[in-house]
């Protein structure tokens, strides 16, 4: 006998290339934009601090439940601070629930065509799942929803298609589930959908996860939330808790208030993307691209001739990434991430020269 086989053996998920040199990367869904000015400003004054006095931050353990941040999304959104879970990124967030809250032996749900992480945390945490079909449209089918299951994760805007639904679509699936905990992933949320937070206040079993990595332009800082009623919150504290305290580091936690108070320049940087992203749907349908409708800082499109693998192999040869899955139903589409106008347009010129 080896002690191989006693490996928890998983397969892991696959991020999008990290490429370095100057490219133009559309392939993750960051921000084009830098995060808020008052970000470097606060880092300035916590490298100040640290420099030598003792006063600094950094010698002692940060605080486990990232108070300076929960108390600035708290005044921020108007969320009282015992509903308010903070973790590294929504990635950390979101595999903390998934041990905390889908322990049944009933499959936990979500969509066949997804945010691919999802079925690699059920693997890790051995949790048993099922997948629904997304419709020829790459819809959800909200009916589908209401069955026995073990839990509910569902991301709104959808991962990799950007397929909005309407919170009165998912306050259906939220209400039928009643005894079971519904996480709502609203990584995309922020590019003109609507969020399902205010319903909190009616749904004991809702949890609503979100991340500063997309809107705040944050991605490399690792900063995710997690909303819910005090009870679903409490027993999120526990897992983590249990499993390491200290996972927010003092920058992150620091750096993170000052950008979510700063909402002037959030609501800025979001509205250029959306510009942007409208410009974009104009100009890939002009060459004869093909998408659902997009609400989030991405398109997911594809070319009526020409195979998205050969243009993403033609883009990436022009040092130009974005993201292609050799997976059934999606393999013949781009998930192309909304970049600066300037990228944009370069991208534009380079299909057209492909796809002619
Ligand atoms: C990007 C993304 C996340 C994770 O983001 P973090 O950087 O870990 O906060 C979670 N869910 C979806 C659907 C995403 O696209």
Redesign the pocket.
């Known amino acids: 006998m080896s002690w191989e086989e006693n490996v928890r053996k998983v397969t892991p998920y696959t991020a999008g290339e990290q490429p370095s040199g100057k490219v133009i990367k559309l392939n993750t ?1 960051e921000c084009p934009y830098a995060p808020s000015p008052a970000v470097s400003e606060r880092m300035r004054c916590l490298a100040e601090m640290e420099a030598g006095t003792g006063a600094g931050m950094l010698r002692k353990y940060p605080d486990m439940n990232a108070t300076a941040l929960v108390k600035a999304v708290s005044e921020v959104y108007g969320i009282p601070e015992d509903r308010i879970f903070a973790g590294v ?4 967030v ?1 595999s903390m629930a998934f041990m905390a809250f889908f322990n049944s032996d009933t499959p936990v749900i979500f969509p066949d065509i997804t ?1 691919s ?1 999802y079925d690699v945390w059920s693997e890790l945490h051995r949790i048993p799942y099922r997948t629904l079909p997304l419709d020829e449209d790459f819809r959800i089918v909200p009916e589908d929803y209401l069955c026995d299951n073990g839990g509910v994760i569902l ?1 709104n805007p959808n ?1 990799p298609t950007g397929v909005f639904e309407d919170p009165s679509v998912i306050e259906k699936i939220i209400d039928f589930n009643r005894d079971r905990v519904v996480i709502i ?1 609203e ?2 949320v922020d590019f003109g959908g609507k969020s399902v937070l205010p319903l909190i206040d009616r749904y004991d079993n809702l949890l609503v996860v979100q ?4 809107s705040r332009a944050l ?1 490399g800082l ?1 900063i ?1 939330l997690a909303f819910g009623q005090e009870k679903l919150i409490g027993y999120l504290k526990d897992v983590k808790f249990a499993f390491n305290s200290y996972t927010m580091n003092v920058p992150a936690i620091e750096l993170g208030a000052a950008a979510v108070r700063d909402t002037k320049y959030f609501e800025e940087t979001v509205r250029k993307i959306i510009r942007t992203r409208e410009r974009t749907k104009k100009e890939l349908r002009a060459l004869c691209f093909s998408f659902a409708d997009s609400e989030a800082n991405f398109v997911f499109a594809a070319h009526e001739r020409k195979p998205a693998e050969e243009i993403f192999k033609e883009l990436r040869a022009r040092s130009i990434y974005v993201r292609w899955w050799n997976k059934p139903r999606i393999s013949n589409h781009l998930r192309i991430t909304i970049g600066t106008d300037e990228e944009m347009d370069t991208l534009f010129k380079a299909l057209k020269e492909i796809v002619s």
């Open positions: 869904n990124g929504s990635d950390d979101l945010y992480f991301p991962a992933d990584a995309y991340t500063f990595s997309k991605a690792r995710g």
